[in-house]
């Protein structure tokens, strides 16, 4: 059985204060949640505060990073090692976001190494596919698709990979209001366990968690998490406010 993971990405959003605010609000609307893993990805200023915060509360939230550079230490001016974030009690590393591939350039040999040195410091990667309306719309997402798991977990083995997250998030779904349908969602992550089950075995494929993300919200979420291959979702916009995140997060309650 795959735990779901619901996992907020707070992406350029929340000073220090503010993110130390929604983690006090979030907690304990999430405290009684046994059998989903709630986690939040919150800018790396916040982090070392989070992490002492949520030990304090004792809460069960774990702690993700929005990105990492995939070097051990050196001269990387601005950027962030695995083992920085590995020592503040970070679990999940999002890897491959379509922000970072779009806006900032990152392309698939860089993603790939970044989901390396994330497996290698012992942390998860959350690895962010998706196809952008055009390429949807060309027939061309699960080739798209594809071409990122080639590319993306060159190197990965199998039983890293069965402990990994992917997430599918569709380009023009995210920010954007549209969500996939369950139907297309459900598609897609099938496509990708298929994937997973031809290129590392059942085993990997059985236990490999597969998110949805774009543009999941309280009113979408139980519907979306109910579909057979949806492990749980990546939630940008939503998380950043603790009643819906929860809402989301107790999307069993609805079922
Ligand atoms: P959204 O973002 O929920 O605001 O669409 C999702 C994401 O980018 O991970």
Redesign the pocket.
Known sequence: MRKPLIAG?W?MYKNNVEAMELVRELVPLVTELQDVEVAVCPPFTALADISRLARELDSAVSLGAQDVYPEEEGAFTGEISPAMLKSLGVAYVIAG???RREIIGENDEFVAAKVRAVLDSGMTPIL?VGETLQEREAGEASAKVQGQLEADLAGAGESEVAGMVI?Y?PIW????GKTATPADAQDMCSFIRSWITSTYGDEAAASLRILY????KPDNASELMSMEDVDGA??????LKAPDFAAIANFKQDT
């Open positions: 990405n992406k976001h379509s922000e962010c997430a998030e779904a995210i920010g954007t993300g774009g543009s999941v990546l939630v940008g916009g939503a998380s």
